[in-house]
Nanobody, 120 residues
């Protein structure tokens, strides 16, 4: 079994910061690509950032310069440091994990999500 659990969401004012965590446990040999996605009500799920097992990161344009993705391969953890938050960042944030080589596929694992609300 593989478990993926996000944490760190909450309510924050515009311009504030949050740090999300994703913990992976279970039958793991090596984690490949990891990433953060988000989904707001009435919107499709969208990719926020991804990071390879070689620690190369890529970001969606709408978070560049504000969010930082990182991972600790020895701890099976991934993080998303979110700074300068905007109301439009409000969404449920999900962790996506691959246990095989390559890019995103239907066999990836997902967490249940953590809610981020940016409001005055």
């Amino acid at each position: 079994q593989v478990q993926v659990v996000e944490s760190g969401g909450g309510l924050v004012q515009p311009g504030g910061s949050l740090r999300l965590s994703c913990a992976v446990s279970g039958d793991i040999f090596r984690i490949g690509l990891m990433g953060w996605f988000r989904q707001a009500p009435g919107h499709e799920r969208e990719e926020v950032a991804r990071i390879t097992d070689g620690l190369m990161a890529d970001y969606a344009d709408f978070v560049k310069g504000r969010f930082t993705i990182s991972r600790d391969n020895s701890q099976y953890m991934m993080f998303l440091q979110m700074d300068s938050l905007k109301p439009e960042d409000t969404a449920t944030y999900y962790c996506r994990v691959k246990l095989s080589p390559g890019w995103w596929s239907e066999s990836d694992y997902w967490g249940q999500g953590t809610q981020v609300t940016v409001s005055s």
